[in-house]
């Protein structure tokens, strides 16, 4: 690629970030934390709130933002200059992920550092985003090279959110993660505990499967704010296994309801809420 190439590639992606009001990344320490599922009934919940959301998907070895929007099997399409759109996986929800670039869903990525970042920034600059109230960018576990490059990309983050299970040594990795915010200048938004617990659905009893406090202390030492607990449910598994959106089709289950006051309260953290309010939630359909 020569200087011209790159000049033109770093005004479509300035052209593309001023389209975005607000820019939210997800991580977490660990894999397997339900990190993924997270940013999905995230980027829903703004959507039921009257918001504009893109969800830019940068786990290359492991995307699973198809599957839970169910977007799986689509490809981009082409606008009428001839650049990439995101799919729009349903009313005012607008995803790119690698997972709709490759033929076989099976087939693994190979890549060194070098190509993951040349494939995050044409997410960035080839892609011909809409215009958005929110980007939530889904990122794979850990503090690598997909996380660094985002936010280095973007130069600019509105905040992290942290995602961990209840259990120590979960938190022992998203500890790292804060740091990791803090050092690059992210602000951190807070943290979400999924799995907070299990309540049998025949004696009502409450099970702390993967223990508890772990997130109340992290957020005590580091004075972050915890967002909420998302509990384990059933629901939440088929939902995302079916690419249905869990905080619209169980709304009235615990978990949706949490999920949509964490979204509230990342509105209010952002000062968005004059513009976007819940008043209105409910009122769109998925």
Not at 179 to 189: A, C, E, G, T
Not at 223 to 244: A, C, Y
Request: glycine share 8%; proline share 5%.
């Amino acid at each position: 690629m020569n200087n011209n190439d790159k000049e033109f590639n770093e005004l479509l992606k300035e052209e593309n970030l001023r389209k975005i009001k607000y820019k939210i990344v997800v991580m977490s320490g660990k894999g397997g934390v339900g990190k993924s599922t997270v940013s999905t009934n995230l980027a829903y919940s703004f959507v039921l709130s009257g918001a504009k959301v893109g969800i830019l998907d940068v786990d290359i070895h492991g995307p699973s933002i198809a599957k839970l929007t169910g977007i799986e099997g689509k490809e981009l399409t082409f606008g009428v200059n001839q650049r990439p759109k995101p799919i729009e996986a349903t009313k005012n929800l607008f995803v790119v992920t690698i997972a709709s670039m490759i033929e076989n869903s099976d087939d693994p990525i190979i890549w060194r550092g070098p190509m993951k970042m040349n494939a995050i920034k044409q997410f960035l600059s080839d892609i011909e985003w809409p215009k958005l109230d929110y980007l939530i960018i889904d990122c794979p576990p850990g503090t690598g090279d997909e996380p660094l490059s985002v936010i280095q990309l973007l130069k600019k983050v509105d905040g992290s959110i942290i995602v961990s299970t209840p259990q120590d040594i979960a938190f022992l990795d998203a500890r790292k993660t804060i740091n990791f915010s803090r050092q690059l200048n992210v602000p951190i938004l807070g943290i979400i505990e999924n799995m907070a617990g299990f309540v049998c659905p025949k004696c009502g009893e409450k099970i702390n499967i993967f223990k508890s406090g772990g997130a109340e202390k992290a957020c005590k030492d580091f004075n972050v704010k915890l967002l909420g607990q998302i509990p384990i449910d059933t629901d939440i598994v088929d939902s995302g296994d079916n690419g249905k959106a869990y905080v619209y089709y169980y709304n009235q289950k615990e978990g949706a309801i949490i999920y949509n006051k964490i979204s509230e309260q990342i509105m209010n953290s952002l000062g968005d809420r004059n513009e976007i309010t819940n008043n209105s939630r409910g009122q769109y359909k998925i």
